[in-house]
């Protein structure tokens, strides 16, 4: 088929995620035909750095023979097999391997399919705990600018106006602390998640956050020591802790898991995209023993979790979380992404010094590059002048892919991009913002 009749199709019939659709009918659509390594390719050869990991999700590149195979050596099998009431050797095994993983104490796994399910998973387990303990504790804690997925128990406790605000009418009540990011100190931002737990002593169920960075919210970075007083709080108060790791899990901080950079354990971990390598749909929340037990009971009792989905725990996307976990482990992935982080950082540095870039903001290799249009002051540029989106797209002719954030650009490239890729990867971006911010 050409890429005309593709187009005619796509304009016909697709709608697209987190896309102005009047804009996207108005150009032409880039049709992803293969990839290898950091690199994609589309239906007319041209080639293009995969600099936002295909939306946060790949970590070893695209085209793993190991993952591959371990897809292909399954399908050989069963491609699918539900849990309820049975189970399977592959997700056994990734359970096993996730515990042994996890920060310690995390003991148990559930799967779903995405983010979002991991995180609605959580919720509804923090919820049915109290209810398991005689309690009924229905109020939740989280932080403004944060982000947890797009089902309505995610946006709940999401606070990002920009993506959340339309559906506040569907969502249940959440009491926002404001961003650590934006206190004027680790004493200010701990004391402010302190007021609110206070003022709703024993009707609190969990406080959700991101550790150390909230990512959609423009790679906000919360002070050091930060999680682990919310940690400390949340024992004092009796409050349950949800760690939204989706983003910041499999290496994106320079740990494993950004909780172990301060030495914490939530009493729930979610996981999702870099779990497959970026492969396939998978995503688990992990809970503690403490957790698990509030729900072991008798059938008269009804103390099961009642929650679900039709692709739970699918073993083609286990065994693909099991390949990528023995690269993480054969490679030394870990240990290799200091020297990676350093590079980053330097080459962030020279990109500073173009007169439209405010701050930039680096957690491992993840990082927000924010666009004003006067540095003095920090005056933003207006949304509707959509000055991130022109960056992207002139990046993108440049042979690079990336998404913005409003007014910031990210760059979260695979954790396989060598050092060369790297500094390619962010010499088109600087250049592309160069470009796009010349006549402000």
């Not at 589309?42 to 936002?52: H, K, P, S, V």
């Not at 085209?63 to 292909?72: L, M, N, P, Q, S």
């Not at 695979?414 to 470009?435: D, H, K, N, V």
């Amino acid at each position: 088929m050409t890429n005309t009749q593709l187009t005619q199709l796509e304009k016909s019939h697709l709608w697209h995620p987190f896309t102005q659709m009047r804009n996207w009918e108005a150009g032409s659509p880039i049709f992803i035909e293969s990839g290898e390594g950091v690199k994609l390719r589309d239906t007319e050869g041209r080639e293009y750095y995969d600099a936002n990991s295909s939306m946060w999700l790949n970590v070893h590149g695209h085209r793993r023979k190991e993952i591959d195979d371990a897809v292909i050596a399954q399908l050989g099998k069963v491609a699918h097999s539900t849990m309820l009431g049975l189970t399977h050797e592959p997700g056994a095994r990734l359970a096993a391997r996730l515990a042994a993983l996890a920060p310690a104490g995390l003991t148990r796994v559930f799967y779903s399919d995405n983010g979002s399910t991991a995180i609605e998973v959580a919720l509804k387990m923090a919820f049915q705990y109290w209810k398991h303990l005689g309690q009924d504790r229905r109020r939740f804690v989280a932080l403004s600018e944060g982000y947890h997925g797009d089902t309505i128990g995610a946006v709940s406790v999401g606070g990002v106006g920009l993506f959340h605000g339309i559906f506040r009418d569907l969502l249940f009540e959440v009491d926002f602390v404001p961003s650590p990011a934006r206190a004027a100190s680790l004493e200010s931002a701990v004391a402010q998640m302190e007021t609110a737990l206070e003022s709703h002593k024993g009707e609190i169920c969990a406080v959700i956050l991101e550790p150390l960075v909230q990512m959609a919210g423009g790679i906000l970075a919360a002070p050091a020591g930060y999680l682990k007083a919310v940690r400390e709080l949340c024992d004092r108060y009796d409050v349950l802790l949800i760690a939204d790791e989706v983003a910041t899990g499999f290496g994106r901080t320079g740990a494993m898991f950004a909780c172990e950079h301060e030495g914490v354990t939530p009493d729930f971990l979610c996981l999702g995209k870099g779990l497959t390598g970026g492969y396939l749909p998978l995503a688990a929340t992990l809970a503690t023993d403490k957790i698990y037990d509030a729900f072991l009971g008798d059938y008269k009792e009804w103390k099961s979790f009642t929650h679900g989905h039709s692709y739970t725990g699918n073993p083609l996307a286990c065994a693909a979380a099991l390949a990528n976990l023995d690269i993480f482990e054969r490679e030394q992935v870990i240990a290799g992404l200091t020297p990676k982080i350093a590079l980053v950082r330097r080459l962030l540095s020279v990109a500073q010094s173009l007169p439209h870039v405010g701050g930039i903001r680096q957690i491992g290799l993840m990082a927000g590059i924010e666009i004003v249009r006067d540095k003095s002051n920090g005056e933003l540029y207006p949304f509707e002048d959509a000055i991130g989106v022109r960056i992207c797209r002139r990046a993108l002719k440049m042979g690079l892919i990336t998404r913005p954030l409003g007014h910031v650009i990210t760059f979260v490239p695979p954790l396989s991009s060598t050092p060369g890729e790297l500094t390619e990867m962010l010499s088109i971006l600087r250049e592309a913002i160069a470009a796009e911010t010349q006549d402000s």
